[in-house]
């Protein structure tokens, strides 16, 4: 049992190193202007890996995943709107004035600032 799955384990890593060496080998690289410019995130994308970059992007887009996922919590709310009690009601009120509190927080700090 053991060596017909070694065979196999053997067979697939072949076959996968295979198709990748295919993949490397008969690509066709055309490298133009936009394909090699600054994307979103403000500094060339080939360059020194040691070099200093700004950290404003990265803030930025981790409060924008952070504000987009809590506002993700207001779909079920709003699906069962109609099921639910006036306690449920004031929690959503409360979570949503929690949320603008944090959002007003950051924006006070200077964190969506952009210079």
């Known amino acids: 049992m053991l060596a017909f799955l070694g065979g196999w384990l053997l067979a697939s890593f072949l076959l996968s ?3 990748f060496g295919l993949s490397v080998f008969l690509i066709f690289r055309f490298y133009d202007v936009e394909k090699l410019s600054a994307y979103e995130c403000g500094f060339e994308p080939f360059d020194d890996t040691r070099s200093r970059f700004d950290v404003r992007f ?3 887009s981790i409060l924008f995943i952070i504000f987009d996922l809590e506002v993700v919590f207001l779909f079920p ?3 069962t709107f109609s099921f639910l009690n006036s306690t449920a009601f004031f929690a959503v009120f409360f979570f949503l004035f929690l949320l ?3 959002f ?3 924006w006070f700090k ?3 600032d952009w210079e």
């Open 100 to 102: 603008v509190m944090g």
């Open 110 to 112: 200077g964190a969506l």
């Open 17 to 19: 190193c295979i198709v």
């Open 58 to 60: 990265y803030l930025v």
């Open 104 to 106: 007003y927080y950051e």
């Open 77 to 79: 709310w709003a699906c």
